[in-house]
């Protein structure tokens, strides 16, 4: 719940002030997680940000956490999205906090070459970029984006 995302929060806000640290904390929080979340598992780790599966009992979810600023970067591009369209081509976001948020998660799957470039087509008209495979999941039997960046030429 969002409440994990505040103790979440509090706890990493102290590590960077206790260590005199500027950069997020990847190592630390992902012990942190394994305690708050039993079961739940390490996916991965972009330039940015860390990724974990955490299962509710009837869904799997992706807790992602990084730096605020790339957090709020990706909750802006979610709410820049019209509201009838923002989970038919975006993964569902659930909710965020100061240094994670929480998403659908889905399967990894190939991803058929006319989806991957009506998944394109739709992110280009909205001003997104990076939308490759690796980026796109089957979420709930559809494919969806997971991850996108803002344009440089249409913040």
Sequence with gaps: SVKVGATLGEIVD????????????????????SFLFPGSAHKGR?????AFLVRSRAKALALKTANPKHIARDM?????????????YFAKIYWNSKYCLLQKYGKAAKVPKETLEDLRR??????LT????????KVDGRFKIVDANISKRRK
């Excluded at 102290?14 to 997680?33: C, G, N, Q, S, Y």
């Design 14 to 33: 102290t590590l960077k002030k206790i260590r005199k640290r500027m950069a997020f904390p990847h190592k630390e929080v992902k012990t942190i997680i």
């Design 76 to 88: 802006r591009i979610y709410e820049k999205l019209p509201r009838t369209l923002r989970n038919r």
């Design 130 to 137: 990076d939308v490759r495979p690796d980026n796109v999941r």
């Design 122 to 127: 739709f992110a280009k008209g909205h001003g």
């Design 46 to 50: 972009g330039a940015f940000k860390s």
